[in-house]
């Protein structure tokens, strides 16, 4: 399937998909979405209302790596520790990563960026001494685990092209897959996928969107 760069409202850039017309970031602002979604309203808020700090996600579309770059460096500046779990069926290639501008855009060097692409596949690595990553090159519905991860970043491809990834079949792995307490975050705020998690025991709740979007959604499993 073809993939084209395409800046993004924040100057960072994202791909974009012409036979689907889909993006695997916002086009109103890659980092600025990714930030807002994950980091603040994931990551952020499961510190602020846990002790310990350490913490294990799994991320559903692994994709350019944004998200797991972003934690990265959220490990470091607030001495996190991290173990990142990231599910892609579909790697991107050596080349399209290395046309991503992520580091320029944060004012930082290549080196952790290009680490969590070069790292091999289904192998646990230490890319810093607080953050882990393991990469899975699986199918969403291919994933049985559970009790283990404290939050997951939802970042499928959205639900007009890829329906069959926000069903209650999904989310019941990923309702399976979170420990008591866990969350989940998403970009999305569709009520098919709301109705999907709740069916499954979520609660979920609507948040401010990002920037271009009015919500977003985040699930805990109680």
């Known amino acids: 399937m073809k993939r084209t760069l395409l800046r993004t409202g924040d100057g960072s850039y994202t791909l974009h998909i012409p036979e689907w017309n889909e993006q695997y970031h916002s086009k109103h602002g890659a980092i600025a979405e990714a930030n807002h979604v994950f980091i603040k309203s994931g990551l952020s808020h499961w510190f602020a209302n846990n002790e310990p700090n350490e913490i294990s996600i799994m991320e559903i579309g692994f994709g350019t790596g944004l998200n797991a770059l972003l934690t990265l460096l959220e490990s470091e500046r607030e001495n996190f520790i991290i173990d990142y779990t990231g599910v892609e069926a579909f790697p991107l290639t050596w080349e399209e990563i290395q046309q991503l501008n992520y580091s320029s855009m944060l004012n ?32 969403f519905s291919e994933i049985n685990i559970e009790n283990a991860y404290n939050l997951i970043y939802f970042d499928a491809f959205g639900i007009r092209v890829q329906p069959e990834l926000w069903t209650e079949e999904i989310f019941q792995k990923m309702y399976n897959s979170l420990k008591t307490s866990g969350i989940l ?38």
């Open 185 to 222: 975050v998403t970009y999305a705020a569709s009520g098919n996928a709301r109705r999907a998690m709740q069916s499954v025991g979520f609660n979920v709740e609507r948040l401010p969107g990002p920037p271009g979007k009015k919500e977003m959604l985040r699930a805990s499993k109680y």
């Open 108 to 139: 930082i060097s290549d080196e952790k960026f290009l680490a969590i692409h070069k790292i091999p596949w289904a192998e646990r690595t230490a890319i810093s001494e607080r953050f882990k990553l393991i990469k899975m090159q699986q199918l």
